[in-house]
């Protein structure tokens, strides 16, 4: 067998009132095109074209190696689409499968069921079906006798064919000799006046070829037409990543509020508060502790880990560091094992040493830190002259006094110290004391005689 799979996505969305082409909408870090892709994935089909209409250049310039976009413009309907799409797969296709790319809760499972069905019963054509509840605005499945006739889009309908629950989901596998003779034969004589690909069902039953059909389940074909459903669709997404995590072993407290995408790893063992996103290429590591309230993006927590209401983007925290509350770790902060990184800290693009501390209100930038320092209460490194970055070192077993400005660049040596309030703006040699401080004057009974001031003035 030559599979080619054609995803339909030239559609504008019109409903999403947005700029973006509906089918590059997110869900769970990953767009709704790359959704059925990943769905088509396990089936290993021998081509994938996509069908793109609407920025069509957007839409292509997104899409894996491995899968051809191709133009449909006009877009004359689903029937025109599949066309344009066939017309884009090489003479070796035998079997085709026409997927939508706006449906993104599809499981492989199903596709790989209606292959199967094809292939076994040697079928012309393969439709996937769901029995609805409300199958209000679908197009509708007409059987005789258990078999498919045909199918009967709800505008077209009469009211015993609206009667009818079984709705076309819009996945169909093809026989592409079949398929190619039949596009040549549709027509827009319908209320809409477009090529319907559901068409191709009614012509081949007429003709006497076999039609197979596969049931699936209802929740498996929301399609996705506006932000209400790409919310719904993103929560069911949610939810089976997380399930799959929590068997794997992962904890957490309440699945409801943690929202994990698709290529993040955590590890068996690490547990989850609630409240907590976490995105790109992130991974968690065994034993970690994260959340409540974390959002981290592209950073990696390692094992042992604790980080607790905090934004990490481009972070990597090591074994054993605590992290939070109220802490920023911005791109290439990193932090070495067993260290600390505490309230109202932001660090960005520096390395904090092993057991090294930075505990409170402090902004590192373009630093290095040695291993077992301790960084005082309101330290500053002013990394910024108006020109250039530029770095700051802190050696080993070095005490940064509290509300110290390292004005880099500058070097603090190992096991040296910093007074309370200096303005550091030289290197500091190893072991010195540096403080940059105007010495404190004091005014004996000066309280005094500003009361007695006061009551002259008669205030
Ligand atoms: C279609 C089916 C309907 C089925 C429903 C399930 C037809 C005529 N009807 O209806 O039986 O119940 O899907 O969701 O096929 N597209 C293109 N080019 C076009 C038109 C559409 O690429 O010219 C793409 C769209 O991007 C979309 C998909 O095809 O992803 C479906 O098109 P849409 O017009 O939404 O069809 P429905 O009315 O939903
Ligand atoms: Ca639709």
């Given at each position: 067998m030559h599979l080619a799979v054609i995803v339909l996505a030239a559609g504008k969305g019109t409903r999403m009132k947005s700029e973006l082409p509906k089918v590059l909408h997110r869900a769970c870090g990953r767009n709704l095109l790359g959704w059925a892709l990943a769905t088509a994935e396990p089936l290993k089909a021998d081509e994938t074209v996509v069908v793109v209409g609407h920025e069509a250049d957007d839409v292509v310039a997104s899409l894996p190696a491995g899968a051809v976009g191709v133009v449909q413009e006009p877009q004359l309907g689903t029937g025109d689409a599949a066309r344009v799409g066939f017309g884009a797969c090489t003479p070796d296709a035998d079997t085709v499968l026409v997927v939508l790319g706006d449906m993104p809760l599809l499981r492989p499972a199903t596709l790989e069921a209606v292959i199967d069905t094809h292939r076994t019963e040697r079928a012309a054509a393969t439709l996937l079906t769901a029995i609805f509840r409300d199958p209000t605005g679908y197009g509708r499945v007409v059987r005789e006798n258990g078999q498919v006739v045909g199918i009967v889009e709800e505008r077209d309908a009469d009211e015993e064919q609206r009667a009818i629950k079984e709705m076309n989901v819009s996945v169909y596998a093809f026989d592409a000799a079949i398929l190619s003779d039949v596009l040549g034969r549709l027509r827009s004589d319908n209320d809409q006046g477009e090529y319907y690909l559901t068409d191709v069902v009614g012509i081949l039953a007429a003709d006497g070829e076999r039609i197979a059909?596969?049931?699936?389940?209802?929740?498996?074909?929301?399609?996705?037409?506006?932000?209400?459903?790409?919310?719904?669709?993103?929560?069911?997404?949610?939810?089976?990543?997380?399930?799959?995590?929590?068997?794997?072993?992962?904890?957490?407290?309440?699945?409801?509020?943690?929202?994990?995408?698709?290529?993040?790893?955590?590890?068996?063992?690490?547990?989850?508060?609630?409240?907590?996103?976490?995105?790109?290429?992130?991974?968690?590591?065994?034993?970690?502790?994260?959340?409540?309230?974390?959002?981290?993006?592209?950073?990696?927590?390692?094992?042992?880990?604790?980080?607790?209401?905090?934004?990490?983007?481009?972070?990597?925290?090591?074994?054993?560091?605590?992290?939070?509350?109220?802490?920023?770790?911005?791109?290439?902060?990193?932090?070495?094992?067993?260290?600390?990184?505490?309230?109202?800290?932001?660090?960005?693009?520096?390395?904090?040493?092993?057991?090294?501390?930075?505990?409170?209100?402090?902004?590192?930038?373009?630093?290095?830190?040695?291993?077992?320092?301790?960084?005082?209460?309101?330290?500053?490194?002013?990394?910024?002259?108006?020109?250039?970055?530029?770095?700051t070192e802190i050696g080993d077993r070095v005490k940064i006094g509290s509300d110290t400005i390292l004005v880099a660049p500058v070097s603090v040596g190992d096991d040296a110290y910093t007074g309370a309030g200096s303005v550091i703006s030289h290197d500091v040699s190893p072991g010195a004391l540096a403080l940059e401080r105007s010495h404190q004057e004091e005014i004996p009974g000066y309280a005094e005689r500003r009361k007695r001031r006061a009551s002259e003035d008669g205030k």
């Open positions: 059909s596969v049931v699936t389940d209802e929740g498996e074909c929301i399609g996705v037409n506006s932000h209400a459903d790409l919310a719904l669709v993103s929560n069911v997404l949610r939810r089976r990543i997380n399930d799959r995590l929590m068997q794997d072993g992962v904890a957490m407290l309440d699945p409801d509020r943690v929202y994990i995408d698709v290529g993040v790893d955590v590890a068996a063992g690490v547990r989850i508060y609630p409240d907590v996103y976490l995105q790109g290429a992130t991974t968690i590591e065994a034993g970690a502790v994260v959340g409540p309230s974390v959002h981290a993006t592209d950073s990696s927590i390692a094992v042992g880990a604790t980080v607790r209401y905090s934004v990490l983007e481009g972070a990597a925290v090591g074994p054993g560091a605590t992290v939070g509350p109220y802490t920023y770790l911005r791109p290439g902060a990193e932090l070495g094992i067993n260290s600390k990184a505490g309230s109202f800290v932001e660090i960005k693009n520096s390395q904090v040493g092993p057991r090294s501390k930075v505990p409170h209100l402090s902004y590192i930038g373009d630093t290095t830190i040695g291993e077992d320092s301790n960084v005082g209460a309101a330290t500053i490194t002013a990394n910024y002259d108006g020109f250039e970055k530029n770095r």
